[in-house]
T-cell receptor, first 116, second 114 residues
Framework: AQKITQTQPGMFVQEKEAVTLDCTYD???????LFWYKQPSSGEMIFLIY??????QNATEGRYSLNFQKARKSANLVISASQLGDSAMYFC?????????????FGTGTRLQVFP | GAVVSQHPSWVICKSGTSVKIECRSL??????MFWYRQFPKQSLMLMAT?????????EQGVEKDKFLINHASLTLSTLTVTSAHPEDSSFYIC??????????FGQGTRLTVV
């Protein structure tokens, strides 16, 4: 079974609008972490936001917020006030356990295109 | 955020030769480094996990004799693709983690084997 599922291969959004990128996960481990990364065409992976399974509040980092719904096992990324520079691939990832040596499992990604 | 430097950014090599890719954590000590492979328009697939001073742990299906990983210090890990073939052409990217939740990534290396 897929550990991380991103059902949207591509998304379009107009500049200055908000957009939600979907991510659902599957784990039986009570301790886990959820990550979102941005990958522009240059290839680098840029860390955006992190949510721990025990965190009570949804994570926020500037224009990025994570809509964490634990019971539904979803961790959607919300980008507010989209900018042209937000156009990129976005990957959701999960780490099971809280040990720093645990690996990240990535979803298949969503390509976001922001148009003027 | 923390800085992870990967070198080279791109490399072209002849079939049968070996290529070494370096991953350095510049401003923190990386107790664990991860090596990923990404084919065009696909997700990152973990190849191996390396801890400083010990042998790397390879994911199922990854040939350890072909993809040699060395993590000799807390700031440097290397991936050597031995006897490279065209099917090894891919985007290789490392990530490094210290005593923090996030894993920071290098810029990636685009390998083309001709």
């Amino acid at each position: 079974a897929q550990k991380i599922t991103q059902t949207q291969p591509g998304m379009f959004v107009q500049e200055k609008e908000a957009v939600t990128l979907d991510c659902t996960y599957d784990t039986s481990d009570p301790s886990y972490g959820l990550f979102w990364y941005k990958q522009p065409s240059s290839g680098e992976m840029i860390f955006l936001i992190y949510q721990g399974s025990y965190d009570q509040q949804n994570a926020t980092e500037g224009r990025y917020s994570l809509n964490f719904q634990k019971a539904r096992k979803s961790a959607n990324l919300v980008i507010s006030a989209s900018q042209l520079g937000d156009s990129a691939m976005y990957f959701c990832a999960m780490r099971e356990g809280l040990d720093n040596t645990d690996k990240l499992i990535f979803g298949t990604g969503t390509r976001l295109q922001v148009f003027p | 955020g923390a800085v992870v430097s990967q070198h080279p950014s791109w490399v072209i090599c002849k079939s049968g030769t070996s290529v070494k890719i370096e991953c350095r954590s510049l401003d923190f000590q990386a107790t664990t480094m991860f090596w990923y492979r990404q084919f065009p328009k696909q997700s990152l697939m973990l190849m191996a996990t390396s801890n400083e001073g010990s042998k790397a742990t390879y994911e199922q299906g990854v040939e350890k004799d072909k993809f040699l990983i060395n993590h000799a210090s807390l700031t440097l890990s290397t991936l050597t693709v031995t006897s490279a073939h065209p099917e090894d052409s891919s985007f290789y990217i490392c990530s490094a983690r210290g005593l923090i939740k996030e894993a920071f990534f290098g810029q990636g290396t685009r390998l083309t084997v001709v």
